[in-house]
């Protein structure tokens, strides 16, 4: 039985209607949850605080809440309190807390709005600890318990309810897609240009992020110029096409497997042969790592991301590219989905060094760079929105330093937030997609 409150009512009007039975009820859920590794990992951390200075928040704010270990240590103190001798025993001599509403609400603060999930605290941890798992854990508690934060809860059931989280409707993605089908065909001067529809049988299906046709479709008619010019055997679907699975960021794995299996039915269905997912860092970990584990069997074809398919494009000839048509020099944000916990990291560097004329890198970059502040659901998130922006300030300050005027980044959280400390913080830079970027080199050639 879900213990969920109507997600119509306020968070903390959902938080109040709690009752003790649903803690209990929470507690045992939380035992079910974690299993011998999870157990293993809440009773290793030394407290040694070196995954500190890994985190943006703490970087940024320098408050103890912030630091990773102090994240894990909610999630510790309540494992302990129910599950170690030591703190059923003498709760207040092992720092062993009750989960009750006062925890809850803490939870909520630091699990949600103090953590982007980027996972560079893992990276970081002295004993191996994967943190952002066992964040993610409990968030899925805290969604079983309705505490998901308002703007979060209601962009995963808008996907639930509609097929993708901006609840654009059938018709409308349909007609946006022949109208962005007549804008390449006027781009490029050639009426076979196509972004095919329900194509069955082709090579490829390519999903996207929503936000595309609502608010970037120059980077879904980007998308659909490097198919044309690699003369691709490709597809969009009519009924599912979003690459976002926010499900991920609630820790819900029951409704993140639902979303993924949607892809899964629209595969079938067209009985294409590999799922390409446009620049989106949770939806390729969700998708790609992910959906496996959620649905509990194999999903039966590949998932590669665009930016794989073009780098293979690029490797093999199958499109060109010229460097003089982007002549700003270009920085490149690693999004921490894709990069560091999805093993993305050449294939967008391989597109650069051919697409722009002058690329420069961030420091640290690849698997070390610093999360944006816009993942593990926070641009959903308003409530912490002044917190993201503020931790936002590490990443500005890495791009300043490049004193480049292009940011390219490979996943649309990061673009609708780099977008956002650009505004903010007055950097005065272009932000791009890298397959945009790519299209914008790309070199036509008729036969």
Not at 293 to 311: D, M, N, Q
Not at 332 to 347: K, S, T
Request: proline share 4%; hydrophobic share 40%.
């Amino acid at each position: 039985m879900n213990a969920q409150r109507p997600s119509s009512l306020p968070l903390g009007e959902r938080l109040a209607r709690l009752s003790p039975d649903d803690f209990k009820a929470a507690v045992r859920r939380l035992a079910n949850a974690l299993d011998a590794p999870s157990a293993v990992n809440l009773e290793s951390c030394v407290r040694c605080g070196l995954c500190a200075e890994s985190c943006h928040y703490f970087l940024d704010d320098r408050d103890l809440k912030s630091i990773p270990a102090y994240k894990l240590n909610l999630i510790i103190r309540v494992f302990n309190r129910y599950f170690g001798r030591r703190g059923r025993l003498a709760p207040a001599w092992t720092g062993a807390k009750d989960f009750n509403r006062p925890e809850a609400q803490e939870w909520v603060d630091s699990l949600f709005g103090r953590c982007t999930l980027c996972g560079r605290c893992a990276l970081n941890c002295t004993m191996g600890i994967n943190i952002p798992a066992l964040i993610r854990k409990a968030r899925g508690l805290l969604a079983w318990l309705g505490l998901v934060p308002d703007g979060l809860s209601s962009t995963v059931e808008l996907a639930r309810d509609t097929g993708n989280n901006m609840g654009i409707s059938k018709e409308d993605w349909t007609e946006t897609v022949a109208w962005l089908e007549e804008e390449l065909q006027a781009d490029l001067q050639d009426p076979g240009a196509r972004l095919p529809l329900d194509l069955k049988g082709a090579d490829i299906l390519y999903v996207v992020n929503p936000r595309e046709p609502k608010f970037y479709p120059l980077t879904l008619t980007a998308a659909g110029k490097i198919f044309h010019a690699a003369q691709e055997s490709w597809t969009l679907s009519s009924s599912y096409f979003d690459v976002t699975n926010y499900a991920y960021f609630t820790g819900d794995d029951e409704l993140a497997g639902l979303l993924a299996s949607r892809l899964k039915s629209a595969m079938e269905e067209l009985q294409a042969k590999t799922l390409v997912l446009a620049e989106c860092g949770h939806g390729f970990s969700s998708n790609r790592w992910e959906a496996p584990e959620w649905l509990s069997r194999k999903i039966g074809y590949e998932v590669k991301s665009i930016l794989t398919v073009t780098a293979d494009y690029i490797r093999r000839g199958r499109i060109h590219l010229d460097p003089q048509r982007n002549i700003e020099t270009v920085t490149l944000h690693d999004p921490c989905q894709l990069v560091r916990m999805g093993g993305i990291i050449e294939e967008q560097r391989t597109i650069l060094r051919r697409a722009v004329k002058n690329f420069i890198e961030m420091t640290p970059n690849r698997e070390k760079n610093y999360c944006c502040g816009g993942g593990g659901g926070q641009l959903s998130m308003t409530e912490f929105a002044l917190r993201r922006k503020s931790a936002g300030r590490v990443k500005s300050a890495q791009i300043a330093r490049t004193k480049a005027q292009v940011v390219a980044a490979p996943c649309h959280n990061c673009l609708d937030q780099l977008a956002e400390l650009n505004r903010h913080y007055k950097l005065g830079v272009k932000v791009k997609s890298v397959i945009e970027l790519a299209a914008d080199a790309l070199v036509l050639t008729t036969v």
